[in-house]
């Protein structure tokens, strides 16, 4: 039987192994924002890290894993926003505040953070292999909130319409808002733009509704 005395150790490991994962991504990300995706090594990932070659394939296959891994992270947070949403919310108001949650974690926090998101941003908009992977990650996205929206609107997700048409809308007013405030280094807010970009949408959103 497996005794009390066993936890501590476990949530240890369990703390030190997500801590050598942040550090990993953090450090993977900013030096391929700073010096370019092909320009940088795993060997110098490791080494600003502070781990072995080795340990960083414990943790990832590769550097283009660091920023898929980083991505699908993000698209649990817009899931979980979307899913603590009022019920009888509007569409466009419960997709609104979902989508928003990746945006205000690039601007929420000192301006070393923003940079540094900005940076991560731009990477991944301007490097052709990275961004396949970003839309990818959007179309799982799509599917996950589609359902979602169903699931709360009682539609069936396999044949109504109307779910992955929401989802997209949201996730294509997410982009464009991403997409305006990397081109604008940062000088556009980015929760500004999506609103500009919802107000656009959500009557088409909330059409159900009337």
Same mark, same amino acid.
């Given at each position: 039987?497996?005794?009390?005395?066993?936890?501590?150790?476990?949530?240890?490991?369990?703390?030190?192994?997500?801590?050598? %994962?942040?550090?990993?991504?953090?450090? &993977?990300?900013?030096?391929?924002?700073?010096?370019?995706?092909?320009?940088?090594?795993?060997?110098?990932? %490791?080494?600003?890290?502070?781990?072995?070659?080795?340990?960083?394939?414990?943790?990832?296959?590769?550097?283009?894993?660091?920023?898929?891994?980083?991505?699908?992270?993000?698209?649990?947070?817009? =899931?979980?926003?979307?899913?603590?949403?009022?019920?009888?919310?509007?569409?466009?108001?419960?997709?609104? =505040?979902?989508? %928003?949650?990746?945006? &205000?974690?690039?601007?929420?926090? =000192?301006?070393? =953070?923003?940079?540094?998101?900005?940076?991560?941003?731009?990477?991944?908009?301007?490097?052709?292999?990275?961004?396949?992977?970003?839309?990818?990650?959007?179309?799982?996205?799509?599917?996950?909130? &589609? %359902?979602?929206?169903?699931?709360?609107?009682?539609?069936?997700?396999?044949?109504?319409?109307?779910?992955?048409?929401?989802?997209?809308?949201?996730?294509?007013?997410?982009?464009?808002?991403?997409?305006?405030? &990397?081109?604008?280094?940062?000088?556009?807010?980015?929760?500004?733009?999506?609103?500009?970009?919802?107000?656009?949408?959500?009557?088409?959103?909330?059409?159900?509704?009337?």
């Amino acid at each position: 039987m497996t005794t009390d005395a066993t936890t501590p150790a476990v949530s240890l490991a369990e703390r030190k192994r997500l801590l050598v %994962a942040t550090e990993l991504t953090e450090s &993977a990300l900013q030096l391929l924002a700073l010096k370019g995706f092909d320009a940088v090594t795993v060997d110098e990932i %490791a080494t600003d890290a502070g781990v072995s070659k080795r340990t960083f394939f414990r943790y990832f296959a590769s550097k283009e894993d660091v920023v898929v891994q980083f991505l699908s992270g993000m698209g649990a947070d817009i =899931h979980a926003a979307l899913a603590g949403r009022p019920a009888d919310e509007p569409p466009s108001a419960s997709l609104r =505040h979902a989508v %928003a949650v990746p945006l &205000a974690a690039c601007t929420d926090r =000192h301006a070393d =953070h923003a940079a540094r998101a900005l940076r991560v941003v731009q990477l991944i908009l301007r490097t052709p292999a990275l961004l396949a992977r970003f839309l990818e990650r959007q179309a799982d996205w799509r599917e996950t909130l &589609a %359902a979602e929206l169903a699931g709360r609107r009682g539609l069936d997700p396999a044949g109504d319409l109307y779910p992955r048409l929401a989802a997209g809308t949201a996730l294509v007013a997410f982009h464009t808002a991403l997409q305006c405030w &990397a081109d604008s280094d940062a000088a556009e807010d980015p929760l500004e733009l999506l609103d500009r970009a919802f107000a656009v949408v959500a009557p088409a959103l909330d059409a159900q509704d009337r």
